[in-house]
């Protein structure tokens, strides 16, 4: 699309950080690394491994559907949260 910016959709063998899911572009969640104090509140919320995820709006912060959910995460947490990209978005 000329004059749109797109993020690129991953190879679905390379692990990437959730902030780099395009939209609609979905992943597993392959680990999470941080602080523990981090780590646990985001597994308190359902982010954790083997997990999928689908990325609904980009950016910072940005929303994903996790569990049939809508989860509005700042870019400080998705730093450290590293998944397996499923594929191309739908």
């Given at each position: 699309?000329?004059g ?5 959709m991953?190879?679905v ?6 902030d780099r899911?395009a ?12 602080h523990?104090?981090?780590v ?9 491994h083997g ?16 569990a049939?959910?809508?989860?509005c995460?700042?870019?400080?947490d ?13």
């Amino acid at each position: 699309m000329a004059g749109t910016s797109r993020k690129r959709m991953y190879a679905v063998d390379k692990l990437v950080t959730l902030d780099r899911l395009a939209t609609g572009q979905s992943g597993r969640v392959s680990r999470i690394e941080g602080h523990p104090d981090y780590v646990h509140r985001l597994e308190e919320f359902g982010l954790r491994h083997g997990i999928n995820v689908q990325m609904f709006r980009p950016g910072n912060p940005c929303i994903i559907r996790l569990a049939g959910h809508k989860v509005c995460l700042r870019s400080d947490d998705l730093l450290k949260v590293l998944v397996r990209p499923n594929g191309a978005a739908s």
